[in-house]
């Protein structure tokens, strides 16, 4: 089955900074690549996701890159905000209907 | 369209006791799923299924039951509790495979066994 590492598992930065969550994966048949945000007491929510037959994405200051001959793909976020404080996990097809999450990164945007 | 909701929101149980959690979706998604939540373990498939009628085990399927008897509805089952199903869960839904496709989460379901 997939297996995916996330790194890091917390990572604090100030406000306007950018920040970067990298996944890595096992299963080279892999072609769908999401990225799901969690605050604090709700439900993860899909924010955005990357297919196999491209390199990246963007959406506003989120952008997500991805390596299949490395087998990881990126979470790019620029001036972040306040707002942007939350788990994100990143996630693979495992095989089936399957969809194998990352450990998760608790993100802190400082003031 | 409420999406998908979850019943309970908050339970507490005794070693031992039984109970059923409730998962509906009015998306009219073929696809269901039971996760759990723990700290540093990210979200762990328990059980799902593909439509009306279907279930399949995922990744930690021991302990837990499910049924699909309508195709908007997916109940996830503890016949005996124990400490260690302490977990927050999440019930989700999505139109086509997650392989390509977005998942819809409820809310969740805080899950204390004592």
């Known amino acids: 089955g997939e297996n995916v590492e996330q790194h890091p598992s917390t990572l604090s930065v100030q406000e306007g900074d950018s920040a970067v969550i990298k996944c890595t994966y096992s299963?080279?048949?892999?072609?769908?690549f999401p990225w799901y945000k969690q605050e604090l007491g709700k439900r993860p929510q899909l924010i955005i996701d990357?297919?196999?037959?491209?390199g990246e994405k963007k959406d506003q200051r989120i952008a997500v890159t991805l390596n299949k001959t490395a087998k990881h793909f990126s979470l790019h976020i620029t001036e972040t905000q306040p707002e942007d404080s939350a788990v994100y996990f990143c996630?693979?097809?495992?095989?089936?209907?399957?969809?194998?999450f990352g450990t998760g990164t608790q993100l802190k945007v400082e003031l | 369209n409420a999406g998908v909701t979850q019943t309970p929101k908050f339970r507490v149980l005794k070693t031992g006791q039984s109970m059923t959690l409730l998962c509906a979706q009015d998306?009219?998604?073929?696809?269901m799923y039971w996760y759990r939540q723990d700290p540093g373990m990210g979200l762990r498939l328990i059980h799902y299924?593909?439509?009306?009628?279907?279930?399949a085990k995922g990744e930690v399927p021991d302990g837990y039951n499910v049924s699909r008897l309508k195709k908007q509805n997916f109940l996830l089952g503890l016949e005996s509790a124990a400490p260690s199903q302490t977990s927050v869960y999440f019930c989700?839904?999505?139109?086509?495979?997650?392989?390509?496709?977005?998942?819809?989460f409820g809310q969740g379901t805080r899950l204390t066994v004592v």
């Open positions: 996630a693979a097809p495992g095989g089936g209907n399957k969809l194998t």
């Open positions: 299963d080279s048949a892999s072609n769908y």
């Open positions: 998306m009219n998604h073929e696809y």
């Open positions: 989700a839904s999505s139109y086509r495979q997650l392989m390509n496709t977005e998942a819809f």
């Open positions: 990357i297919r196999s037959n491209v």
């Open positions: 299924s593909v439509g009306e009628g279907t279930t």
